[in-house]
């Protein structure tokens, strides 16, 4: 399993679809600096973009951080 730590960059309301009258895209971004954590973790992931939409719109919050966790899947 692999850990990253990211922050929330933002949140957009966009038009739903497959039932759902709104989606919440969050844009995720690797964490870099503000605590000996952060910038371990940017030492091992130095970039990148994660996008998610949610039918939620209490998921992610702008400026608040977030673990995700990688592990493979099997087929």
Do not use: W
């Not at 000996?36 to 939620?56: K, M, V």
């Amino acid at each position: 399993m692999t850990r990253c730590k990211v922050v929330c960059q933002s949140v957009t309301k966009r038009l739903g679809y497959g039932g759902a009258p709104f989606l919440f895209e969050a844009e995720l971004t690797p964490v870099h600096r503000g605590s000996p954590e952060n910038e371990d973790f940017f030492a091992s992931t130095p970039g990148g973009r994660i996008n998610l939409a949610t039918i939620r719109d209490d998921h992610f919050v702008p400026g608040k951080s977030y673990y995700v966790d990688f592990s493979e899947a099997e087929s």
